[in-house]
Each structure stands twice: as C-alpha cells, then as structure tokens.
C-alpha cells in the first residue's frame, strides 16, 4: 500500500478544499460549479451563535470534493441554489426548517412543513439559548 | 425458473420452522439478553457510562444497578467496558414479559477487598 | 376533454415500505408533476448526537438504516478517525470491508425481492429473500447480530472473524451465486419483467449529475462515479471500478445492482484471499477536534458525514446525507410523463429508504 493511494489524514482543523465565498456571490458561484459539470452533493449548516456556518458539498467525479463556505449573520437572508442545482430544494428546505436560516426563493418550498407540524417547536437544531458559540458540555 | 421453482416448492419441505416444536438456536457470539452478575460487579458505573441508550443507571454509594431491559439495544458496549467481567450477553435473546419496569441489583457488602 | 387530477400516493400505499408521500398531478392517466413529501419519520437524529458521547454515536449512526448499518458506523468511525489521527490496522480495514460488501449485498437483494413485488411479481421476490436469509446468517455467525450487526468501532473493528467462519462465508456465497444467477435472469430476461422496466422513468446523465443523484442511480445514467474509487478502508488496495449502465431507465438500475452484487461477491472473495493478519484494532487517545467530511458507497448510492467537533466528549455538528436524500429530488424529474400505473416501480427503482432520508 503507498501513502499515496489512501486518503489524506486531515491534520488541519477545517475541510479541504473550501473555498469561502460572500453571500452576493454565492448563485453566481454554484452556477459556475453547474457550468463544470459537477454533482450537487448536499449542504451542511453550522450554528456558530452570532452567524451560520454553511458549506455546499459539490463532487468532482467520484473522488474529488469542492466545498463553498457561505457565513451569514443569524438574520441575513441567504438567497437558493436552486436555479443552478434544482435538486437542492429538499436540504434549504431542511436548513430553513430546522435552523431558522432564512432562505429565499427556493423552487419547492415547503415554507417550514417539511419535517415538522405548525404544533412543533420551531427550528429545533438551532443553539437558541446561548449566543456564544458551542456550548461545552460533556467536560 | 418459473417451472423448476413451482416444482421445488410442491416437493420440498417448508422454509419455516414449526417453532414451539423446533427452536431456532442462535450460534455462539450472538448478541442476546444481557445478564449482570451482582456479587462480582463492583458498582463503578463503567457500563452506565458507556451505554448509548442510558438503559443501566448505577449509584455507586448504595451499590445498586437499575437496569431497564426495554431501553437496552445489545449492542454489548456495557460487556466491553465492564473490567470485572460481570456483564455479559447470553446467546438467548430477551424473551418477552407482561410488566414494563426495570430489574434492580444489590451488591452484597464486601468487607474486606476493595476495588 | 383532458381532466386534471390530484391523487395522493402513499404514505400508505402497497409497494411502499415506508412512508413517503407524492403528489401526483394527472392529466388523464399521465403524470404531469411531481411533488414528494416527507416528514412522517424523522426521529431527530443529527440532534442526539450532538447530546451524546461520541463513542455512544457509533450506536446512535448505526441506527439511521438498518438495511446498512455496518456502513453508516463505518463513514461515522472513518470521519473520527480522521480527525483524532488514527490509522486504522488493515486487518479490520479489510474486515470492513467484507462486512460492507456483503451489506451490499444484502441490501440489493433486499431491494431486488421489493422491487419485483412493486411489478406484482411475488415468487421472484420469495427467490430473492430466500437467499438474502443466507446472508442474514452470515452476519449472525461473525457479528453476532442480523440487522444492527454493530461490529464497527472508533479506531478498528469489534470482533474478528475466525478462519472458520471465514470458510463457511465462501461455501455460503458459493450457495448464494448458484441461486441468484436464476434469479437474476429472470429480472434481466423475462418477457413481462422487461415490459414494465424498459423505458420507464429515464433520467438523462445531465439532469442526473444537476439534481444531485447518487449511487445506482446515478451509473444507471452513465455516470461514472462511485464514492470506493476514493479507496478508504480497504479499497485503495482492492481497487473497484464503477458498474456503469446508459439507459437510465428502471431496467438499466436493476441492471446495475445486479451487476453490482457479482462485483460484492468478487470483492469479498478477494478480501478474503488477501486478508492480512494484523491487530484488528487501534486505541482511540485524545478527544476529536476540528471539522471533517467522511464518504464512503452504500448499497444506496453515495453517503456523506459532517462532523464538527471541539475537542470535548460531544460533537458540535454531525450532518448526515443519506442517498435516499439525493435520490428523492430525481423523482421530481423521472415521474412527469409516466403513467400511473409505472409510478409504483419508478418509485421503487430508486431504493427509498424513507428513514434514512429523514433520519
């Protein structure tokens, strides 16, 4: 077996490669990714507090991943992907729904009744209480 | 195919078993019931630490261990953690009962060994 | 007079082994639009384990999709791994991945008996269970348990498997080839199986790579990719080449896990001739931190974790991206234009797996 041939164990703190971009950027970015040919993989949303963390997973192929890292203030609106990349509507959706990210203009909206019933508390995976970021626990 | 297997299933036995009269048995290493064995355990609460469905709750003062069957998944974490042994998973799975609750253990006092 | 109608298909419906809802919108007996819904089994998943150990989320992951469980375990150890800078003994890479190719397996047998109930075809889907059940057995005899087999940890695997049972997997799936050669002849072969599978829902590989599909369904288009080629476990040595169809229609998926399964059972086989004889597992020291994506193949297509961690006992963030997830948006495209009566095995020739999609 070469070193070579197995995938890298990240010794830095953060996913690569990820390319930050600003959220007025962030359709022309994703239509450039379409325009490649990539395959929208999935979004992932990280509640920081004060603002989210949001990457884009795009697949190059089947080995290589491009990542794009949007990070928004918790009120900002954050506009939909889904005029390049119709397939995700079903995890903004999620993100509005569970987060309380305000995302706009997606194609299928589900306007928050994706998962949850109008009796559910709303945006449960959203860190409410504290500000600060991560809440230490488990010390 | 479609012939050969109306043929099959006409002159062959049952894939089932009659199971009251002839009993599955599971083979070694099966993941089943888990069973405490309450004069070795010692009470530090490795298992209650360790379990991903909070089913064992250990207070280590009285010496007591609750276990609650019903939210044990037997993935066996408990018998990996346990340093004395005491815990294990039998072969035999757990068998169904008309009471919902929890099984309590007490270890007896030690007087002379200490952990 | 062309009239439109609104029909609701499912949750509950016969071929559905889960619930899932689709909104159909018809004109005459054509489809018109697709709308799907979900939301009947989401259990919160990402939210516990952020509340847990994340030595107990190896339990917690596990349970997301029975039908690959030992997967799911694997992408959540393989991303912690990453991020605590453990290099996993081979020996358990290679055992990892035996257990995953005859999950594989498993599951597409599971999927081929359920998809021929999905086009009424009742004693080819007893065929295809009766040989699933030797798997089922294989998984007992080595791991100990049949459907949450749990033989994954952080750092290796749980238990090894002896030499004999090593031997009884070979003479099992010796077994299993015979019978699934018939039985797989019949779903690629028969008359009336091609009439309800040919053509039917296509997806082109340019609308397949845009709506994000995964697995299966997206080398049934022609697409090459499949998450083993980036070689974690043990891949990067038993090297994989993606199973690839072009029609992209319902024949070309079944056409493609068929195909798939011959390759798992060539996989394990060699992984079992080249099992190398180490320690199967390394301690895990320290406490996670940092940010990773774990992938690796599902019998479903492509599965993706996030994990945050901060360097405590619990992680921040863990974000799961099941293929059913992927592959439901595909149906959105794949259903408008199809008749009603298709709609049943359309939606089964995705594998949907509806808790898996919600978690």
Redesign the interface.
């Known amino acids: 077996m070469t070193e070579a041939a197995r995938p890298p164990v990240a010794a830095v703190c953060d996913v690569e490669p990820t390319r930050p971009v600003v959220v007025a950027d962030l359709c022309a970015a994703a239509e450039a990714m379409a325009v490649r040919n990539l395959r929208f993989v999935t979004a992932t949303c990280l509640d920081m507090g004060e603002t989210f963390d949001i990457y884009y997973h795009f697949a190059d192929g089947g080995v290589k991943l491009e990542n794009l890292l949007v990070t928004i203030p918790r009120e900002a609106e954050l506009p939909s992907i889904t005029g390049s990349y119709l397939g995700a509507f079903l995890v903004e959706n999620e993100m509005k729904e569970l987060f309380g990210v305000n995302v706009v203009d997606i194609a299928i909206d589900y306007n928050g009744r994706l998962f949850m019933t109008e009796l559910d508390q709303p945006h449960p995976m959203a860190k409410v209480q504290s500000g600060a970021a991560p809440a230490v626990a488990g010390e | 195919?479609?012939l050969?297997?109306v043929v099959r299933n006409l002159f062959s036995k049952p894939?089932t078993r009659p199971f009251p009269v002839s009993a599955r048995t599971?083979?070694d290493?099966?993941?089943g019931a888990v069973a405490f064995e309450e004069d070795v355990c010692i009470y530090c609460g490795a298992c209650a630490?360790?379990?991903?469905?909070n089913a064992i709750c250990v207070d280590r003062v009285a010496k007591s261990l609750d276990f609650d069957p019903f939210k044990c998944?037997?993935?066996?974490?408990c018998a990996?953690a346990c340093k004395k042994g005491c815990v294990q998973?039998q072969i035999d799975y757990q068998h169904p009962v008309t009471v919902h609750g929890t099984v309590t253990f007490h270890g007896a006092p030690k007087p002379t060994e200490a952990p | 007079m062309a009239q439109r109608t609104v029909i609701p298909f499912g949750p509950q419906h016969p071929v559905l082994p889960e619930p899932i809802q689709l909104k159909l919108t018809l004109k005459d007996e054509i489809v018109e639009e697709a709308l799907p819904h979900i939301g009947y089994v989401h259990r919160g998943v990402e939210k516990a384990a952020e509340r847990m150990d994340y030595t107990q989320n190896v339990f917690l992951v596990e349970r997301i999709c029975g039908i690959c469980s030992f997967i799911h375990a694997l992408c959540y150890c393989q991303g912690l791994e990453r991020l605590m800078g453990l290099e996993v003994p081979r020996r358990a890479a290679y055992l990892r991945v035996i257990w995953s190719e005859l999950h594989r397996l498993q599951s597409h047998h599971l999927w081929l008996g359920l998809y021929a109930d999905a086009f009424g075809f009742e004693s080819l889907f007893m065929e295809f269970w009766r040989c699933r059940e030797m798997l089922m057995d294989i998984f007992e005899k080595t791991a100990g348990s049949r459907v949450i087999i749990s033989a994954c940890c952080i750092g290796g695997v749980r238990r090894d498997i002896s030499d004999q049972h090593l031997q009884e997997t070979l003479d099992t799936l010796e077994a299993l080839e015979a019978a699934f050669d018939k039985s797989s002849d019949v779903m690629l072969n028969d008359y009336t199986v091609k009439k309800r599978t040919v053509g039917k829902g296509v997806l082109p590989a340019d609308k397949a790579i845009l709506l994000g599909a995964a697995g299966p369904v997206l080398r049934a288009s022609g697409v090459e990719q499949d998450a083993r080629q980036t070689g974690f476990a043990a891949y990067d040595e038993l090297r994989v080449e993606p199973v690839v169809e072009t029609a992209g229609d319902c024949y070309a998926r079944a056409k493609v896990r068929i195909r798939e399964c011959r390759q798992s059972l060539d996989l394990v086989r060699r992984a079992i001739a080249g099992l190398p004889d180490t320690d199967i597992a390394v301690r895990p020291k320290g406490r996670p931190n940092g940010r990773t994506i774990s992938r690796v193949e599902q019998p479903r297509g492509e599965l993706l974790y996030f994990l945050a961690a901060n360097g405590t006992q619990k992680l921040d963030r863990l974000r799961v991206r099941t293929p059913t997830f992927a592959n439901v948006a595909p149906l959105v495209h794949m259903l408008p234009g199809c008749e009603v009566a298709d709609v049943p095995v359309i939606v089964l020739s995705i594998d949907p797996c509806i808790s898996c999609t919600e978690r």
Request: aromatic share 4%.
């Open positions: 195919m479609m050969s297997s894939a599971a083979p290493g099966y993941r630490t360790r379990c991903p469905a998944v037997q993935c066996g974490a990996e998973l």
